[in-house]
Every structure is written in structure tokens, then in C-alpha cells.
């Protein structure tokens, strides 16, 4: 790198942030100014935090303990790191390096620029004093052998920063195709929400041992029978601790484990994960300095370091092939090219003439462009796979927290699964007029009738919510199995509540449209009314209406006696069969009346 160029580079780099800031108006000089005054006034409280508990709260501490809040530490920059790398996903270079392409200078100087930009964000400005200042409140509380910290935050830092950049520059030779960013976007949001209940899952996994009802109630049975004894001096508290350990054993119930040898577990998994993942050799350097060990601090930092220094080299290179037009120029195979163009012209078009069978021509029709568009539009895609973190994160605590449901609450909450996945697409189904947009001048103009296009709309999420609900209810019912015909009525049930949804949902698409911004999911300048209308639904509505499909449950629960859930349930069955296509004729008028009114909302120029 040419330092002369360095120089330039740098200049004008201020250069181009005193033009904006002269072009700017007052109020956005302004409030830049109060945020970056926030963001140092955040970088002076952090630092001053950590050093205090480095002075005053850790010198006593063990290693361990040392450890693991180096542990809390990195795993709260890494979570606002990636917070941040999701709301940025694409590279946002400072100075873009195709404007010098036709220059004679060096362009590693841009890339170094670029970079370091890139490390001015609140993740940076947070965490990095807070290290600093506990850094330094250790080696007055734990002596100079502490300041091997200072090398192994630098080259932490270093190694996250470096892959981050490397992988916006793989992705923004990815995302150069818009719908192709927006579906990256989208899944890698997933990703970081099913990262994060990882530990909710692995939790239940570990600890969530399952007992059967009988058995909580004999032992709690049990236990109040000590704790009386206890109570009025027939037992000591010695007896009272072997009497209760006789009794879990008795009926196989594990131990509950004591505040500290939750947190030696807790010591000893930390440790051995910090020893594997490099993320983890920061907590771990802090764990062997504190006992008086150098050597692992040293290897850590020069562990993260090399990572670090890989990971610009390649983004550099990849940097380079990505504008110099080598990164794509790669030639596939004729075969493979063949293929892929066979399969792009005739799969869609193969999929489009599938005939569904038991309904007309026109409304299978409908049902297989619906279904193709919620496939390949990625704001659908984001709405479709929300009822699958509800039913995850939720899910997972509830396993987590109850472990011995009644039979009686096993059907509830398979219900509840179902009742989470709809409404997981409440905000798809409720506006399925404003997804199409342009789009659905197609329908206005269709000779289609209204009912072969609200039954081609309800279908067409029919595969997702069903899937979705069954997969969930059979999980519970490994996770607490259900009585067969409980659990044949919960299958039952769940599409009952899957028709009873569409027939509100229709009504809320006709009566409140709203006009959604191409790969938007957020509304474009809704109405007070149409919010209002939407809450109504979402609050009292629905969930009443969903709730109609309890009542052979509540039925069998006031007449134990009579195993008739399963019976009601297929009763109710037939009736909302019976009524949804009469419901679907008298929502057909309601939308040959307002359809030039839906048409003027979602095909409104949105900006």
C-alpha cells in the first residue's frame, strides 16, 4: 500500500463527510451531533464499569467466576454484532472502490479505509471500553500478570471484525440480485432468532426430564407429608433430607441440584467450550492468566490474530475478483447449464398446470399462482416461517418450565400449537389482497368468480399452516403423549380451526386493506381506522372464533364420564365443512362490491 495514496484516501474520506454535513440541513446536523455525543458519553460509562468491577468486584473472585463474566461479555458483543450485521447486511463501503478503478493508485489503501470504518458501530463503542476498563481493574486486583488481557481483546476484536467483513463481501456478490438479498436477509434472520433459543432447547434436553402425572402428584403427596412433620417437630431437618431423597428415588425423580453445583457445571461446560471455539479464547485467557498461566494467553492471541489476518487477506482477494469481474466470470459445465435452463423453463410452467382435484378449473388455478408467490416472495417467506419461531421459542420454554401436564392440558396445547401458527400468519392471511399489490388488478379483471379466488387464497396457505400445526402436535405428543383419541380429535381439530381462520381472515382482507411497499413488510401510511379494525380482529375476533372449537373439550372435561371429544370434535368437523363454502359465497359478494375499493388501497403508489 502506497502511503502517499493512504494519505489521499484519507482526506478525501473528510473531505466527502464535510460536503454532507455542509449540505445537511440544521436538524440532522444536530441530531447526528447529540448521537455521536451519546455514543462517546456510552464509551465513557462503559469504560468506567468495567474498571469498576474489575477494582471492586472481582478481586476475590475465582478464576472461574473471572471467566465467566469474560463469557457474558463476549457473548453480549457478539449477539449486537450480529444485530447489527442483520439490520447491514450488504457491504456499505465509505469509498466505493469502483470509482478508482480507472485511476493508477493502489486500492488496498480503500480496503484498509473501508474496514476500518467499518468498526464504528454500537457494538464496538459498548463493549470495547467495557474490555478495556475490566482489563485494567484486574491487573490492579489481580496483579500485572493480567495485562496478557490487553493482547487478546485486540486480537478478539481483530477476528470478529475481519470475518464480519469477509462475509459481507461474500454476500454482496450474492446479493446483487434483489430478490436474492431479500431471501439472504430473511434466512439468515431465522438464523440468528433459532441461534439464540438454541439454549432454551438444549436446556430441556438436559434438565427437562418428563414425569408422568401419577407420579408428580404421588410425590408431591409425599412431600407434604414431611413437610407436616416438619412443621410440628416430629422430624429434624437431617431426617427431613433423607426422607426426601428416599422418596425421589423412590419414584426415579432426580435430585433438584443446589445453587453451587449448578454453577460447577455450569464452570466446567464454559471451560471446555472456551478451549474449542475461538470465540471462546478470550474468557479462557482470562481464566489462565487469573491462575497465573501465560503461556494459553499467548497462544489465544496468536490464534485469534492469524484467524484474523486470514479472514482480511481473503475478503481483500474477494473484494478484488468482485470488481475487477472475476468473481462471476466462472463457466459451468454445458450439462450443468443445460440442465439448469430446463429446469428454470419448464418447472414453473409444470407446476402451474397441476389440477387439484375436488374444485373447479379456475380455482386451482388461482391456488397454484398463490402458492407460487408466497414460495419465491421473500417478505412471505419471513411471514410463513414466523409461526415456526413462535412455536419454537415458546414452545421450548413452556417444555422447559411444565413438566407434567394434565390429560386434560395436552389437548390444550395442542391447540395451542395450531393457535400460535395462525396466528403467525394473521398478518399474511389479514392482508392477502395487499401482498398482490398490482397484482391484483389480475383478479379484478379475471372472469373467475370472487368464491374460486378467496378459496384459490385459502388454499394456497392451507400446506404451510397444516404442516406446520401437524409437525408441532406430534412433537408434543412424543414430548407427552396423549390419549389416541385425543390426540385423533387435536388432528381433527386443527383443521376446523384452519377453515373457522380463513373465513375471519377473509373478511379482514375485504373490510381493512392496507397497501404494503414492494419487498416491505411493514404497512405504507396505514389509516387509524384500518389499525383499529386489524386490533379487533387480531384481540377479540379471532381468538373467539378459534376458541368455538374447544367446546367438545370443554364438554368431555364437565362429563368425565363420557369419552366424547373425539365425537364432537368430528361433529364440529362436519358442520364448519358444512358452512365454509356458504361463508365463501356470501364473502364473494362482499368482494365484487369492494373490489374496486381494495384495488384503489394496495395498488396505491407506495414510496
Not at 478464576?63 to 447486511?89: C, Q, R, S, T, Y
Not at 468473481?327 to 410452467?349: D, M, W, Y
Not at 416461517?385 to 395436552?410: A, D, K, N, Q, Y
Request: glycine share 6%; charged share 15%.
Amino acid at each position: 500500500m502506497n502511503w502517499q495514496h493512504f494519505q489521499a484516501f484519507l482526506w478525501l474520506r473528510w473531505r466527502l463527510r464535510s460536503n454532507r454535513m455542509k449540505r445537511a440541513s440544521t436538524g440532522s446536523v444536530i441530531v447526528e451531533r447529540i448521537f455521536s455525543f451519546l455514543a462517546i458519553f456510552a464509551a465513557g460509562v462503559t469504560f468506567v464499569v468495567g474498571l469498576s468491577v474489575g477494582l471492586w468486584a472481582l478481586p476475590r473472585a475465582s478464576a472461574a467466576v473471572v471467566m465467566l463474566v469474560w463469557d457474558g461479555l463476549a457473548a453480549g458483543f457478539l449477539l449486537f454484532w450480529l444485530l447489527e450485521l442483520i439490520n447491514e447486511l450488504q457491504r456499505s463501503e465509505v469509498l466505493s472502490l469502483e470509482k478508482f478503478l480507472h485511476l493508477p493508485v493502489s486500492l488496498s489503501g480503500v480496503f484498509v479505509i473501508n474496514y476500518l470504518a467499518s468498526l464504528y458501530c454500537l457494538s464496538v463503542t459498548l463493549f470495547f471500553p467495557a474490555m478495556i476498563g475490566l482489563s485494567i481493574g484486574l491487573v490492579f486486583s489481580k496483579g500485572p500478570v493480567m495485562l496478557a488481557l490487553f493482547p487478546v481483546v485486540a486480537a478478539f476484536f481483530l477476528m470478529v471484525t475481519a470475518l464480519t467483513h469477509q462475509f459481507r463481501g461474500w454476500l454482496a456478490s450474492l446479493m446483487e440480485n434483489k430478490r436474492r438479498r431479500r431471501t439472504i436477509i430473511t434466512l439468515l434472520t431465522i438464523a440468528v432468532v433459532l441461534i439464540f433459543q438454541l439454549p432454551n432447547v438444549l436446556t430441556f434436553g438436559r434438565f427437562g426430564r418428563i414425569q408422568s402425572p401419577g407420579t408428580a402428584r404421588a410425590v408431591q403427596e409425599e412431600t407434604r407429608k414431611l413437610d407436616r412433620l416438619l412443621a410440628t417437630n416430629q422430624l429434624d431437618h437431617a431426617e427431613y433430607e433423607r426422607q426426601s431423597d428416599l422418596i425421589l428415588k423412590k419414584y426415579g425423580v432426580p435430585k433438584p441440584r443446589s445453587g453451587a453445583e449448578r454453577l460447577q457445571d455450569a464452570e466446567h461446560t464454559a471451560r471446555i467450550v472456551n478451549m474449542v471455539i475461538p470465540a471462546g479464547w478470550l474468557p479462557y485467557g482470562a481464566l489462565t492468566s487469573v491462575e497465573g498461566r501465560i503461556l494459553p494467553s499467548m497462544l489465544a492471541t496468536l490464534g485469534l490474530a492469524l484467524i484474523g489476518m486470514a479472514s482480511l487477506k481473503r475478503s481483500y482477494a474477494t473484494t478484488m475478483r468482485l470488481y475487477t469481474g472475476k468473481f462471476t466470470s466462472r463457466k459451468l459445465h454445458p450439462v450443468i447449464t443445460e440442465v439448469r435452463r430446463q429446469s428454470v423453463v419448464s418447472g414453473p410452467a409444470v407446476f402451474m398446470e397441476k389440477r387439484i382435484p375436488w374444485i373447479s378449473e379456475q380455482a386451482s388455478a388461482i391456488t397454484a399462482a398463490c402458492f407460487r408467490s408466497l414460495v419465491r416472495a421473500p417478505e412471505a417467506k419471513m411471514m410463513l416461517l414466523t409461526p415456526m419461531i413462535f412455536v419454537l421459542v415458546f414452545g421450548s420454554t413452556f417444555l422447559r418450565v411444565h413438566s407434567s401436564p394434565s390429560e386434560l392440558l395436552r389437548p390444550i396445547m395442542a391447540a395451542a400449537v395450531m393457535g400460535m401458527v395462525l396466528l403467525g400468519l394473521t398478518q399474511l392471511a389479514g392482508n392477502q389482497f395487499g401482498f398482490d399489490r398490482n397484482g391484483f388488478r389480475v383478479f379484478v379483471l379475471a372472469g373467475a368468480s370472487r368464491k374460486d379466488i378467496l378459496l384459490g387464497k385459502n388454499l394456497a396457505m392451507l400446506p404451510f399452516a397444516m404442516g406446520l400445526g401437524m409437525i408441532g402436535t406430534v412433537v408434543l405428543q412424543f414430548a407427552y403423549p396423549m390419549q389416541m383419541d385425543h390426540f385423533m380429535a387435536a388432528m381433527v381439530q386443527m383443521v376446523s380451526m384452519y377453515l373457522i381462520f380463513c373465513v375471519v381472515m377473509n373478511f379482514l382482507s375485504m373490510l381493512a386493506p392496507v397497501a404494503i411497499a414492494s419487498g416491505s413488510l411493514r404497512p405504507a401510511r396505514p389509516k387509524g381506522m384500518a389499525i383499529l379494525v386489524h386490533l379487533l380482529f387480531f384481540f377479540l375476533l379471532l381468538p373467539i372464533a378459534l376458541g368455538t372449537t374447544l367446546i367438545p373439550l370443554g364438554i368431555e372435561f364437565l362429563f368425565p364420564a363420557l369419552p366424547v371429544y373425539f365425537l364432537l370434535t368430528l361433529t364440529e368437523f362436519a358442520v364448519v365443512v358444512y358452512l365454509y363454502p356458504r361463508a365463501l359465497g356470501l364473502q364473494a359478494r362482499i368482494l365484487h362490491a369492494r373490489e374496486q375499493r381494495i384495488l384503489e388501497i394496495v395498488a396505491a403508489k407506495v414510496e
